[in-house]
């Protein structure tokens, strides 16, 4: 996969990317209660492709998440719905016809 990374960074629930994307790597800020983040792919009602649950923390601590290989292929678009998290930064990489191979 040869193509440009991106960044993105939420602190409320919305759509991160419109069209084909890749999610490749997550950072997110935790919260003093424990949370989730959602990836659905097609808007808040459309196809859950990962939930991650997030412990209870101080506002500082911090974490990454990378994804394998080529990342999640999101068809239509990536959007997250964000719980007791303060912060994520999502990376990603948009998808043309030149770059897709999924």
């Not at 209660?33 to 492709?49: I, M, P």
């Amino acid at each position: 996969m040869n193509s440009d990374v991106g960044a993105k960074t939420l602190t409320s629930t919305g759509t991160i990317q419109s069209g084909r994307t890749r999610l490749l790597s997550i950072y997110y800020v935790g919260h003093a209660s424990a949370g989730t983040l959602t990836f659905k792919d097609g808007g808040a009602s459309g196809t859950q492709k990962l939930v991650i649950t997030t412990p209870a923390s101080s506002a500082a601590d911090q974490y990454q998440v990378d994804i394998p290989l080529d990342g999640i292929l999101f068809k239509t678009d990536m959007h997250l719905t964000i719980s007791n998290v303060t912060s994520v930064t999502v990376f990603v990489t948009p998808i043309t016809a030149d770059t897709d191979n999924g």
